[in-house]
């Protein structure tokens, strides 16, 4: 609104009724390195997210506030490995099947979790919206061509 204070969010996690919520880091990435031979893959995958301040609320709550602090919120840093093989030559003993391939993998191979944000994220303490949840998870895939 013209008039109205600006605040910056860049750099911050916060979770109120400003217009702004979640974590908006200054640095984000998902980068991967893939090697191929043949018929083999593997593929290294990494995921950053710099680290940011939790200001709770955030805006003219926040700059008002006795209680609230900067807390820092740590960056994060995750690993994912997958290999495959896939077979793209029809089979001569099952017409129909025209190729075929199957692969394994894990994300978060070391098991991190989110950072806390105690003081945006009150009822979990951390963005599940912007940081997975879910730990180091294993897959096997497969899938056939007709």
Known sequence: MPGQKFYEYAGTVT???TGVQGTVP???????LDWKL???DV???NTFISSVTDIGPGGIVYENSKTL???PVA???TWDLRAAYTDDTPSSTIRPIKGWAVAMGVNNIANRMPPLAPQAYTDNNADVSTYSP???LVYVMGNVKF
Do not use: Q
């Open 26 to 32: 200054r640095v984000r990435f998902y980068s991967t």
């Open 75 to 77: 960056s994060y840093i």
């Open 38 to 40: 043949e018929k083999y």
């Open 69 to 71: 602090k900067a807390l």
């Open 15 to 17: 979770n109120g009724g």
């Open 134 to 136: 879910i730990g180091r």
């Open 43 to 45: 593929t290294l995958g």
